[in-house]
Every structure is written in structure tokens, then in C-alpha cells.
T-cell receptor, first 114, second 114 residues
Framework: NAGVTQTPKFQVLKTGQSMTLQCAQDMNHEYMSWYRQDPGMGLRLIHYSVGAGITDQGEVPNGYNVSRSTTEDFPLRLLSAAPSQTSVYFC?????????????FGQGTRLTVV | AQSVTQLGSHVSVSEGALVLLRCNYSSSVPPYLFWYVQYPNQGLQLLLKYTSAATLVKGINGFEAEFKKSETSFHLTKPSAHMSDAAEYFCAVTLSGNTGKLIFGQGTTLQVKP
């Protein structure tokens, strides 16, 4: 059981480049989300999805796009990378959006924008 | 609006000593609270969660947390620290409503000295 899989683990981008961070889960979870982790700021929610075809913005959505065409996949797209997007990105999924449902996290993608 | 504050970005204890990591929450409705642990270069893993069934919650690896409504706190404790407990710990709360979105505290890095 793979859980939540993120690729790539590491990435270096030049300012202005675009890329997609991949996230896949094999637990048939309804709810998926993307967070970024920055020192001293905890994890901040970028975008989330409550099911296939449904996405919404989180706390820090600017510069990122998402889509959810299948239950399993929830890619995060950086449209035009900026140094401020240097961060560690985590994808998470949970069985449903209930308030007491545990979130399962991927291993993270460490992104550096130069 | 819900929020979480973790007091102390770094906590250092000796092996065998008591671990106390502090978390205070702000919520206009009964909260659902979580503690997650992040080991170096890994994703987040659930330690324990409070869902109103019991105020003292036991988690994995000997950790426990007590929900105190009067103090709006959910501090994490472990009677005797092990070297393997060295990690970053995050307190989190779910937003009101059936959204499943997690709001994280800033994180506390636990150092365990031999």
C-alpha cells in the first residue's frame, strides 16, 4: 500500500519556468490538499479538493493551479516560478472532509527557484 | 476564526526527561485537534487526535495530550524522552464546518540530548 506518493522529491527551477508537482494516492480518499512548509510558519494550505472535479483555494493560492480529474491524482502547477515559491511542498489526503479525519501526507517535494 | 499557537519553536531536553510541547488554540466552536510529527526529510505522521470522546488522548510512541477547554490548550507530553523522539512537532486544528481543512501551528523542534 503506497499511500500518498509525490514526485519529484527535489527540483530546481529558474525564475519564470513552469512545472507540475505530482501527487497520487491509492487509498480512494475523497479529500486531497496541497501545503507548503516554510521555516517558522508551519504548513500553509495552498489548494484543496473535496472530490474529483471540485477544487478550491486555501490560504496561499497565488501562483499555483490545481485540477482533480480523477480521485487518485491531484497535481499542483506552478505557472511562472518565483524565488518566493522556494519551499517544501506536501500533498495530503484523507478519507473524507470530516473534522476528525486523519490526513495522510506524502514525503514532500523540495523546490528551489533560482 | 480557528488558529493554533505553539509556544517555543525549539525545545531541548535530556534523554529520559519529561517532554512538554505547548499548543493553544482559538476556536469559536468545539475544536478537533491533532498532533503530527515530522522526522527529518519525511512527511508528517499523525501522533494523536482529540475528537471530544475523552480529554486525555493517548497516541503512538508513548505520547499523550490533554484537552483543557478552560485553558484552550492541547499540550503534548511524554514522560521520558528517547533520542528517537528528536523531530519537529505540529499542532493542528480543523476549521469549523465539514471542510476537512487543517490549520497548523508554527511547529516545535524537539532536540534530545544524550
Amino acid at each position: 500500500n503506497a499511500g500518498v506518493t509525490q514526485t519529484p522529491k527535489f527540483q530546481v527551477l529558474k525564475t519564470g519556468q513552469s512545472m507540475t508537482l505530482q501527487c497520487a494516492q491509492d487509498m480512494n480518499h475523497e479529500y486531497m490538499s496541497w501545503y507548503r512548509q516554510d521555516p517558522g510558519m508551519g504548513l500553509r494550505l495552498i489548494h484543496y479538493s473535496v472530490g474529483a472535479g471540485i477544487t478550491d483555494q486555501g490560504e496561499v493560492p497565488n501562483g499555483y493551479n490545481v485540477s482533480r480529474s480523477t480521485t487518485e491524482d491531484f497535481p499542483l502547477r506552478l505557472l511562472s516560478a518565483a524565488p518566493s515559491q522556494t519551499s517544501v511542498y506536501f500533498c495530503a489526503s484523507s478519507l473524507n472532509r470530516g473534522k476528525n479525519t486523519e490526513a495522510f501526507f506524502g514525503q514532500g517535494t523540495r523546490l528551489t527557484v533560482v | 476564526a480557528q488558529s493554533v499557537t505553539q509556544l517555543g519553536s525549539h525545545v531541548s531536553v535530556s534523554e529520559g526527561a519529561l517532554v512538554l510541547l505547548r499548543c493553544n488554540y482559538s476556536s469559536s466552536v468545539p475544536p478537533y485537534l491533532f498532533w503530527y510529527v515530522q522526522y527529518p526529510n519525511q512527511g508528517l505522521q499523525l501522533l494523536l487526535k482529540y475528537t471530544s470522546a475523552a480529554t486525555l488522548v493517548k497516541g503512538i510512541n508513548g505520547f499523550e495530550a490533554e484537552f483543557k477547554k478552560s485553558e484552550t490548550s492541547f499540550h503534548l507530553t511524554k514522560p521520558s524522552a528517547h533520542m528517537s523522539d528528536a523531530a519537529e512537532y505540529f499542532c493542528a486544528v480543523t476549521l469549523s464546518g465539514n471542510t476537512g481543512k487543517l490549520i497548523f501551528g508554527q511547529g516545535t523542534t524537539l532536540q534530545v540530548k544524550p
